[in-house]
C-alpha cells in the first residue's frame, strides 16, 4: 500500500512563503505522476500543481503560476511544493496525491491513485 504524508504547513502571513514537503513510501516513487490538490472550507478540491515522473514536465492551475513551483527528488521519494506571495484565497488543506497513469504534462491529470491525508495552509490578510 503506498502512503503519502504531507507535512510544512501552517499559518502565514499574505504575502509570505510556505515550502510543503510530501514523501511517498515505496521503492517506485520514479513511477509516479505526482500533484498537489486543495480544498478550501466550503469548496470543492481544485488541482493546483502536477509534476512528470521526471521531473521535466509540470502543470498548474492560473491563479497560482508563477507564485508557485513543483519539485521533486527521486532519490528521496519526496515532491515539493514552494508557494510564494501567498494570499488569502490560498488557504485550504493542501493534499499531495500519486499516479501511475501515463500524463500529457499539460492541464490536470485526469485521475490520481494515492492521496495522502493532507496539510492545512491558513493565509492570513
Known amino acids: 500500500q ?9 499559518l502565514v ?8 514537503s510530501c514523501v511517498v513510501s515505496g521503492r517506485t ?3 509516479y505522476v505526482m500533484g498537489w490538490f ?6 470543492e478540491r481544485e488541482f493546483v500543481a502536477a ?12 491563479s497560482v503560476k508563477g507564485r508557485f513551483t513543483i519539485s521533486r ?9 514552494q508557494m510564494n506571495s501567498l494570499k488569502a484565497e490560498d488557504t ?13 504534462g499539460s492541464d490536470a491529470p485526469p485521475h490520481m491513485d494515492y492521496w495522502g491525508k ?5 493565509v492570513s490578510s
Open 29 to 31: 516513487f520514479s513511477t
Open 51 to 62: 509534476i512528470s515522473r521526471s521531473g521535466g514536465s509540470t502543470s498548474y492551475v492560473d
Open 38 to 43: 486543495r480544498q478550501a472550507p466550503g469548496k
Open 92 to 104: 485550504a488543506v493542501y493534499y499531495c496525491a500519486a499516479d501511475r497513469t501515463p500524463w500529457s
Open 2 to 10: 503506498v502512503q503519502l504524508v504531507e507535512s510544512g504547513g501552517g
Open 73 to 81: 527528488d527521486n532519490a528521496k521519494n519526496r515532491v515539493y511544493l
Open 13 to 20: 502571513q499574505a504575502g509570505g512563503s510556505l515550502r510543503l
Open 118 to 122: 493532507g496539510t492545512l495552509v491558513t
